[in-house]
């Protein structure tokens, strides 16, 4: 009795495969190719010769783990362009989050008095006197007092907000360059222009929510506070990623021109 091409192609395979995969990559090339061989078989090709034809169409074993190995590798990195889009964005809230905090410091003692009453939690007498004793030449009303002290004050959660911004941005940096140093850009999955794309979204409905609320605050005589910088900071943001992400489309224009000229 002649061998079994088929069985004998599955066997090369399934050794060149990783075993963690193998059960399914066999399962699915051992179906596509009695498929392929009863098909021969009918149209009058005899069985050796239907195998035979059959692994031609499907390629090589080492075309096979090829193909393989490139989907596991641009899975891959489509899961860590995915995660570094998340870190970026995350970095970059907390940043906003922080420049927010500063510029509420500016207005609050430029502008003063209400500022930010519509924002910040409202103390009785006593908290407003022991929160005012902390920062005796800082703290000019209970608002201000409000805003700078306690562990729950609004200057506090920027603050914190805008550090760990800093670590991230900066472990960023060190993670961007790592990958510089192993060409990692070389097998980089997302467009250009996804992260800008993002970014404007996410930023685009803050300013849109906080400018809402904002109007919603001053409308009742309160002081719009950080909600009104919160808004600036991601209008500018948004501005920021706008013109990146128009030139990311133009980049791709040109290089499609390019190509479509060559």
């Not at 051992?30 to 098909?39: M, N, P, S």
């Not at 550090?163 to 960023?172: D, I, K, N, P």
């Not at 990958?179 to 467009?191: I, K, M």
């Not at 300013?207 to 001053?218: F, P, Q």
Request: hydrophobic share 50%.
């Amino acid at each position: 009795m002649s061998a079994d091409l088929i069985e004998q192609y599955l066997a090369r395979l399934r050794a060149s495969l990783p075993a963690r995969d193998a059960d399914r990559i066999m399962a699915e090339a051992e179906d596509h190719l009695r498929e392929t061989e009863r098909a021969g078989v009918e149209v009058g090709l005899t069985e050796l010769e239907a195998q035979a034809a059959a692994i031609s169409a499907f390629g090589s074993v080492t075309a096979v783990v090829r193909a393989h190995r490139a989907r596991h590798l641009r899975s891959a990195a489509l899961a860590g362009d995915l995660a570094t889009a998340t870190w970026k964005l995350g970095w970059l809230i907390l940043l906003a989050a922080g420049l927010t905090g500063l510029l509420d410091v500016i207005m609050e003692f430029a502008v003063g008095g209400d500022f930010l009453t519509g924002l910040v939690p409202r103390l009785t007498a006593a908290q407003c006197r022991h929160v005012m004793s902390q920062y005796p030449y800082a703290a000019g009303n209970c608002s201000q007092a409000s805003f700078l002290g306690g562990p729950h004050g609004l200057l506090t959660a920027c603050t914190i907000a805008g550090l760990v911004g800093v670590l991230l941005f900066l472990a960023y940096l060190a993670m961007r360059d790592l990958q510089r140093s192993r060409g990692r850009a070389a097998w980089q999955v997302l467009p250009a222009g996804f992260f800008p794309a993002v970014a404007v979204s996410a930023f685009g409905l803050l300013a849109a929510g906080l400018s809402w609320r904002t109007g919603v605050i001053a409308a009742d005589g309160d002081g719009p506070g950080g909600l009104m910088t919160g808004a600036l900071v991601a209008i500018a943001v948004a501005v920021f990623y706008t013109l990146r992400l128009r030139r990311a489309q133009l980049a791709a224009q040109s290089a499609r021109a390019g190509a479509g000229a060559g």
